[in-house]
């Protein structure tokens, strides 16, 4: 069984960072991808970023390309997601998953069978 335990989140002024981290547990974690997504209060859950868990290939949603970068550190099981340039817009609940099927894709939510609780992020204007 794989376990995800974000942290990171708070409350930060618009154009602030945070970096939020996402622990991973588990005797068989081996991961494929690795991901972060958001929900913001009234809207669905959606796609943020992604990164290969061996070749650290990375993706991201079109609203944070250029101010999110998400990394990993391999042997450590963490999966970091640095936020910069936050606006009230990037106000949600985080969350990180684990994808270790082989199904296509690593911006659907359905292809990611571990999910973490998730950690708030609140930007105020």
């Known amino acids: 069984q794989v376990q995800l335990v974000e942290s990171g989140g708070g409350l930060v002024q618009a154009r602030g960072s945070l970096r939020l981290s996402c622990a991973a547990s588990?005797?068989?974690?081996?991961?494929?991808?690795m991901g972060w997504f958001r929900q913001a209060p009234g809207r669905e859950r959606e796609f943020v970023a992604a990164?290969?868990?061996?070749?650290?290939?990375?993706h991201y949603a079109d609203s944070v390309k250029g101010r999110f970068t998400i990394s990993r550190d391999f042997f450590g099981n963490t999966v970091y997601l640095q936020t910069n340039s936050l606006s009230p817009e990037d106000t949600a609940v985080y969350y990180c998953?684990?994808?270790?099927?082989?199904?296509?894709?690593?911006?659907?939510?359905?292809?990611?069978?571990?999910w973490g609780q998730g950690t708030q992020v609140t930007v105020s204007s």
């Open positions: 990164i290969t868990w061996n070749g650290g290939a990375t």
């Open positions: 588990g005797r068989d974690f081996s991961p494929i991808v």
């Open positions: 998953a684990a994808k270790t099927s082989l199904r296509v894709g690593v911006k659907e939510e359905d292809v990611y069978n571990y």
